[in-house]
């Protein structure tokens, strides 16, 4: 599904923050990146969606390059979200989720009718589609930010500290509705964090993360027994 061969990243000044990166993940796989700030995670997810490019190396996804894809194409295929999600703040919660729609010309009918359908995967009521973003906890408006992601449909979810700004407490309810959804959904999940309890609750695989480079790639349970 998604393969790093090689990928290094060197920055205009000379940073290289990723140092010939190797890593296979699979379809379905909930893969979690996990180091210290400044090790290279939020360079990796912006490589694969093509935020930046890559200096060294090849991304390739369904074994395709991803340089050789077109790049909107390509964002769509795979959903993103971040920590400071940017929800719309003049759109409705509905026009937020389905903001995508727009781009892939959807009718209204099937706008709506997409919008309820990912408001129901988090429990919300129908209530909140005619909300403004403000209107909603911290905790809700990032629900809304995740099925934002998942309104296309996009086979793959990167994720970057996307619970990071929240409440200890929210961010466990989230973290537990969001794995429940994922095995619901059968994506492929890539998600960068620096909490390791996040990354052993969530991940099928934890990939660690030092000054650019991969020390260690294993499961939850090996990664407990042999840190
Ligand atoms: P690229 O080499 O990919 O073109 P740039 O060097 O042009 O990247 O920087 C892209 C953005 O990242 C700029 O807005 C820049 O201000 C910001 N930036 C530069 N250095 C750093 C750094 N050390 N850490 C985080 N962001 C940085
Ligand atoms: P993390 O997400 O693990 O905190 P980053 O990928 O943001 O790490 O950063 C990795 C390294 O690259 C750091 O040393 C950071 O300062 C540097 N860096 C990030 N963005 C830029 C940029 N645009 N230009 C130059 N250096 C950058």
Redesign the pocket.
């Known amino acids: 599904m998604l393969e790093f061969k090689n990928v290094t990243?060197k920055?205009?000044?000379g940073?290289i923050?990723?140092k010939e990166l190797n890593l296979k993940i699979n379809k379905g796989e909930f893969v979690c990146f996990i180091?210290?700030?400044?090790?290279?995670?939020?360079?990796?997810?912006?490589m694969v969606n093509r935020l930046?490019d890559v200096s060294n190396g090849s991304i390739l996804v369904d074994g395709k390059d991803i340089k050789q894809q077109n790049s909107v194409e390509l964002r769509r295929s795979m959903g993103y979200v971040i920590q400071q999600i940017g929800l719309m703040p003049h759109m409705t919660i509905k026009e937020n989720i389905v903001l995508v729609g727009t781009l892939l010309k959807w009718s209204t009918d099937k706008k709506d009718e997409r919008a309820k359908e990912l408001l129901k995967l988090v429990d919300m009521s129908e209530e909140y589609l005619d909300k403004y973003p403000h209107e909603l906890s911290g905790g809700q408006q990032q629900r809304i930010g995740v099925l934002r992601a998942l309104a296309a449909n996009p086979p793959l979810i990167l994720m970057?500290e996307p619970f990071g700004a929240l409440d200890p407490i929210t961010r466990d309810s989230l973290q537990d509705e969001f794995k429940k959804l994922q095995k619901e959904l059968h994506k492929t999940i890539v998600f960068?964090t620096?909490d390791m309890d996040e990354a052993i609750k969530l991940a099928d695989k934890v990939v660690i993360?030092r000054d650019?480079e991969i020390v260690q790639a294993d499961t939850p349970e090996e990664i407990l027994r042999n840190p």
Request: charged share 20%; aromatic share 4%.
């Open positions: 990243k920055y205009t000044d940073t923050a990723v180091g210290p700030s400044g090790c290279g995670k939020t360079t990796t997810m912006k930046i970057d960068v620096h993360m650019g």
